[in-house]
């Protein structure tokens, strides 16, 4: 069942899913959370593709807050019940004035005494947990693989990291961190130093060698390939090395020293899978936060030899011009001197004849 409405209210949304859920016959759903998404027009459909099919697994409420351009400040709604979906959709769109205050909008809307997690597919607030509307919801999910500069907003989320916080760049490490687990139970030798292969500016592997080098303890390099992802990650013990390659994005090569190599299924996951995995946990991700904490250290590490280089190269110049500047000086003394002494020569002569 879907109820359309214009220039409405929260109240009147409200009404209209009592209405809907009446309909259908099932005045309670067993929902279990609210799941609030931001988006535009451009790309709310396939987050709430996404979002629906995460449902079946955790019924909820979706909210999909759109964004409109209209200046003149209005409210038009669309309440989903039924229609593939295990629990309830409202697609949100508020134009003008009232898109800057989307919290008194969807406050009204919450489930009452559940969760609450917010969603950015796109583009998200500078810092999340400081958003208006974030501050609704118990966890907040971020994907900086989706900025234009991923990198520089992974950089952002790690300086402005709350507990709550999350991203889909993590998320998508769930299957490499196991199987490195796994092989580190498996091979439990002491690990000099480790690499990780993958495509340039992937968010992903910054937060995996993040990961090795926070757990470890070792050197992770950090090596451009090809893609598609993330596509290997080698751990060097003194027996040889512990390697995981995935040229394909599909299928993963395992191996460790002195065993066959073997293959494991390591495809990359689709955002529904990646949504579903979060929306199980409700608690503090200790593991990311110390994570984030770790790439931020290298990163201002890097940052402070990149200083000391430049500070080091500036006093070399001002060496190398000190000198020049010396030696011309000593050069000119040593031309004027010489000039003297001619001159000297000069008078001496005049005065024999």
């Known amino acids: 069942m879907i109820i359309s409405l214009s220039d409405t209210t929260s109240a009147k949304i409200s009404s209209a899913l009592l209405r809907a859920r009446r309909n259908a016959g099932s005045p309670t759903m067993g929902m279990v959370l609210t799941l609030i998404i931001v988006t535009d027009e451009d790309h709310y459909e396939d987050a709430l593709e996404s979002a629906v099919a995460a449902g079946r697994e955790h019924p909820c409420r979706i909210l999909l807050v759109v964004s409109g351009n209209g200046r003149r400040a209005g409210l038009d709604a669309e309440v989903r019940i ?3 979906t295990t629990g309830e959709v409202v697609i949100i769109r508020m134009r003008g004035e009232l898109a800057r205050h989307q919290a008194s909008v969807v406050r009204p809307l919450l489930l009452p005494d559940s969760p609450v997690v917010i969603w950015w597919p796109g583009k998200c607030p500078n810092n999340p947990a400081q958003d208006e509307l974030a501050q609704l919801a118990r966890r907040r999910i971020t994907d900086s693989a989706t900025a234009a500069r991923p990198l520089a907003a992974l950089r952002e989320r790690s300086e402005t ?24 139970d498996q091979y439990p030798a002491r690990i000099r130093s480790a690499e990780v292969e993958a495509e340039r500016s992937n968010p992903s592997a910054e937060l995996l060698a993040a990961w090795l080098r926070s757990r470890l303890k070792v050197e992770v390099k950090l090596r451009p390939s090809d ?8 751990m060097t013990t ?29 495809k990359r996951r689709e955002v529904t899978e990646l949504i579903t995995e979060e929306l199980r946990r409700m608690d503090h991700d200790d593991v990311f936060a ?24 500036q006093r070399t110049a001002a060496a190398r011009t ?7 000086q000593k050069t000119a003394a040593a031309r004027g001197s ?6 000297a020569k000069k008078s001496t002569r005049k005065a024999s004849r």
Do not use: F, H, M
């Open 322 to 328: 000190v000198a020049v500047k010396g030696a011309t």
């Open 227 to 234: 893609g598609p992802g993330i596509t290997a990650v080698r």
């Open 290 to 313: 110390a994570t984030l904490n770790a790439y931020r250290r290298n990163g201002r590490g890097s940052a402070k030899k990149t200083a000391a280089k430049k500070t080091s190269g």
């Open 82 to 84: 039924g229609e593939g």
């Open 161 to 184: 990291y709350e507990e709550g916080d999350t991203d889909l760049c993590w998320t998508r490490l769930t299957p490499w961190r196991a199987l490195l687990a796994a092989s580190l």
């Open 338 to 343: 010489a000039q003297k002494t001619a001159a």
């Open 238 to 266: 003194a027996a040889g090395d512990i390697a995981i390659t995935r040229p394909d994005g599909r299928l993963a090569s395992y191996s460790v020293p002195g065993q066959p190599n073997r293959l494991v299924a390591l």
